[in-house]
């Protein structure tokens, strides 16, 4: 297993349409699967997207940890999991603003308006197809990587840009607005 480079904004191959993955349970798949998730578990990230490693392919990983979670008793936590060739289907009008970052944007933050509910489909790391309900993170981090695969990046879908800034900064700020709140 590998520690892949990840791409950055900036780099085209975040902004082109990945390719569907012809056989899912091919041996250079598995170990690019592998290796994309042993890069995002050092990066210490919530999910990587193939073209991320600058590879332009239709697959993602991603896990959704409780302590990542938003608190919601209707989220959905996911340990690590492997979506091959997906499809997303966004269930219902209810859209939340929800902080992410992203591996290729690295340092910085944002609030970003997600389908709260959605039902995604795919292939799994063992050639299994898969269809399956996510809420909350779960559906959040489903739809940032799922975005990745069409050349959509975070600010993209951003529309109060006065929610964008850096991790530390805006920490800092919760920080000290907790602390006056007490
Ligand atoms: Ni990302």
């Not at 290796?35 to 073209?51: K, S, Y």
């Not at 975070?154 to 800092?172: N, Q």
Request: charged share 25%; with cysteine.
């Amino acid at each position: 297993m590998a520690i892949l480079k990840i791409a950055r904004m900036g780099h085209p191959v975040l902004l082109g349409r990945a390719e569907p993955v012809a056989d899912p349970t091919a041996p250079e798949i598995r170990r690019l699967v592998a290796d994309m998730v042993e890069t995002m578990i050092d990066a210490n990230g919530a999910g990587l997207a193939a073209p991320q490693v600058h590879v332009p392919l239709r697959l993602f990983v991603f896990r959704a940890s409780p302590d990542r979670g938003t608190n919601d008793p209707e989220d959905t936590p996911m340990a690590t999991t492997v979506v091959i060739n997906p499809t997303v289907e966004l269930l219902g009008e209810d859209a939340r603003l929800r902080w992410e970052g992203c591996l290729s944007i690295p340092g910085l933050r944002a609030a970003v308006p997600r389908a709260w509910r959605v039902r995604y489909t795919g292939v799994d790391g063992e050639g299994q197809a898969f269809s399956r309900e996510a809420t909350g993170f779960h559906a959040g981090v489903v739809q940032h990587e799922y975005d990745h695969l069409d050349g959509i990046l975070y600010p993209m879908r951003m529309r109060d840009f006065s929610l964008f800034g850096f991790s530390e900064e805006l920490a800092r700020a919760a920080q000290a607005e907790a602390e006056a709140r007490q």
